[in-house]
């Protein structure tokens, strides 16, 4: 946000230094929100597909058609009441906070808790993606017996984190972007692209190889989520909570223009802008460089028994699972 010199404050759109702004670059600014956006819309919304479609898929397998009705129930409910989470946030920044160091802040925090939830997201989908189908169709079975009200509730309680997490993780990487369409046309495209993709997989009529997807977009999701980062401690240095807002760690607009196509991408994506204060550099390095060394770092694989296989036992018996499998079996 840009002060107004009135106690007010004008928007303009996320990760960029309003300094030297012109008309030139008023356009490619408005574009710079979507790329983030679109992404956390297709990651967050094809991990919300998936779910769905596992337990679709299990209820449709065992004849249990009857308890789809209460299933896509919870999912509606979870759903709207992510939307209305994400009006909240908005509604609570515009209207709620009445001056501008407040409003600093509230962004502040919103984005150290979207970049918790984002790297805790991307560290639980890593680690449980291999029993993800084996637990949400354990659960399933037990509300099955137990009435369409937890039907209802395992479909709430599996959509509406995914839900909660889309909607702070957009806003924080939207922040001041209220004057343009842009994010929310670009997050609802993502989600809709998760939905067919997950369509398609559930058919079979597409397949996708989603661990190196999910593996992808965790490692964009990483660099999103430390300018999301370094966005925050610059708001933290607004609101006076850190100091050094005017301690410029390097200064290289005359390599990285603002202003150009690929200065508008790298900043409204990865918040890579050309002259970031020392404790933002600082934050943006700390975060990056340890979770994606920790995200990519090989997972362990269980040692082999000793003496083979057992008689009778078939070499191929490694679980398919929502993210390796190329669909979803109906």
Not at 2 to 9: A, R
Not at 188 to 199: P, R, Y
Not at 317 to 330: F, I, L
Request: charged share 15%; net charge neutral.
């Amino acid at each position: 946000m840009v002060h107004d010199g009135t106690g007010g404050t004008k928007v303009c759109l996320p990760f960029v230094r309003p300094d030297g702004a012109g008309p030139s670059t008023i356009g490619s600014r408005m574009d710079q929100a979507f790329l983030a956006s679109f992404l956390i819309g297709l990651r967050e919304g094809l991990e919300a597909t998936l779910v769905v479609s596992i337990l679709v898929a299990y209820l449709v397998k065992s004849g249990r058609r009857r308890e789809l009705l209460p299933l896509w129930g919870g999912v509606a409910v979870a759903v709207a009441l992510s939307v209305i989470f994400g009006g909240l946030l908005t509604y609570t920044e515009t209207s709620l906070l009445a001056d501008y160091r407040s409003r600093e802040l509230f962004e502040a925090v919103a984005s150290v808790l979207a970049v918790v939830l984002v790297t805790w997201m991307i560290f639980w989908m890593r680690r449980t993606a291999r029993r993800l189908k084996g637990e949400l169709t354990g659960r399933l079975e037990t509300a099955v017996g137990a009435g369409a009200l937890a039907v209802a509730g395992i479909a709430f309680v599996s959509v509406i984190r995914e839900g909660l997490e889309t909607a702070l993780l957009f806003y924080a990487a939207a922040q001041g972007a209220s004057s343009t369409a842009t994010p929310l046309v670009a997050i609802s495209l993502g989600v809709l692209t998760a939905i067919l993709l997950g369509a398609g997989l559930y058919a079979g009529a597409i397949r996708v190889n989603l661990q190196r997807f999910f593996t992808v977009s965790g490692v964009l999701l990483v660099f999103v989520a430390a300018g999301i980062l370094k966005y925050g401690i610059h708001d933290f240095q607004e609101a006076g909570v850190l100091p050094g807002l005017d301690v410029i760690a390097f200064d290289i607009s005359g390599v990285l223009d603002p202003g150009s196509w690929y200065g508008a991408a790298l900043a409204g994506m990865f918040n890579i802008t050309a002259a970031p204060t020392v404790l933002e550099t600082i934050a943006y390095v700390v975060y990056l460089v340890p979770v994606l060394v920790l995200f990519l770092w090989p997972a362990r694989t269980p040692a082999a028994p000793r003496g083979g296989a057992a008689p009778g036992s078939s070499s191929a018996t490694t679980p398919t699972n929502s993210e390796t499998s190329p669909h979803v079996p109906a």
